[in-house]
Antibody, heavy 124, light 107 residues
Framework: QLQLQESGPRLVKPSETLSLTCTVSGASIASNSFFWGWIRQPPGEGLEWLGAIYHTGYTYYNPSLNSRVTMSVDTSKNEFSLRLSSVTARDTAIYYC????????????????WGQGTLVTVSS | DIRLTQSPLSLSASVGDRVTITCRASQDISNDLNWYLQKRGEAPKLVIHTASSLHSGVPSRFSGGRSGPDFSLTITNLQTEDVGTYFCQQSYFPPATFGQGTRVEIQ
């Protein structure tokens, strides 16, 4: 059974960089036809898609993040990562990783498997 | 970005009821509309993908439909385990966007 698990610091200081890793088990991250995405949810609020990466390194990012986001993939470790720079309190959220099958036009599709999420707080 | 507007934002119904949630897209998104259920304290789980396809393992009392720019999620025979917040999401064109969410409660 496919499982995803987020890991990384739970507390980040303002202006620093948030870094999270999603470890995938039960399937190869190098499988064709799947993007690997990040979604976040501020406490009590809605969902925001941050972006997604293909195993070749091809990425889609949400422009609302103003180029603060970088995603990478390590197929040897079967994991992918998120970096969000210059964080503020508005970046405090539960961060989820998810598998997103590619659509016919090679866009990230529905998130069919999700990690449990990890709460990251931005505070000094 | 493509905007998704859900209605209602909350509803209360009885066990066994039929409930329908609507999601309207700000532009044509073909059938690239997905529905998720998020229970309290959990990650969202996929219910319906591409407007009307039931995700693996999801009970058949869930169904999805489309009429022009309006997409619907219908739960027939509402059960207590269906309580939570339902989100629609478009995957037609990046960035993927979500609706505001609809909270479903049992009265």
């Amino acid at each position: 059974q496919l499982q995803l698990q987020e890991s990384g610091p739970r507390l980040v200081k303002p202006s620093e960089t948030l870094s999270l890793t999603c470890t995938v088990s039960g399937a190869s991250i190098a499988s064709n036809s799947f993007f690997w995405g990040w979604i976040r949810q501020p406490p009590g609020e809605g969902l925001e898609w941050l972006g997604a990466i293909y195993h070749t390194g091809y990425t889609y990012y949400n422009p609302s993040l103003n180029s603060r986001v970088t995603m990478s993939v390590d197929t040897s470790k079967n994991e992918f990562s998120l970096r969000l720079s210059s964080v503020t309190a508005r970046d405090t959220a539960i961060y989820y990783c998810a598998r997103q099958p590619a659509t016919a036009r090679f866009y990230p599709g529905a998130g069919d498997f999700w990690g449990q999420g990890t709460l990251v707080t931005v505070s000094s | 970005d493509i905007r998704l507007t859900q209605s209602p934002l909350s509803l209360s119904a009885s066990v066994g009821d039929r409930v329908t949630i609507t999601c309207r897209a700000s532009q044509d998104i073909s059938n690239d509309l997905n529905w998720y259920l998020q229970k309290r304290g959990e990650a969202p789980k996929l219910v319906i993908h591409t407007a009307s396809s039931l995700h693996s393992g999801v009970p058949s009392r869930f169904s999805g439909g489309r009429s022009g720019p309006d997409f619907s999620l219908t739960i027939t025979n509402l059960q207590t385990e269906d309580v939570g917040t339902y989100f629609c999401q478009q995957s037609y064109f990046p960035p993927a966007t979500f609706g505001q969410g609809t909270r479903v409660e049992i009265q």
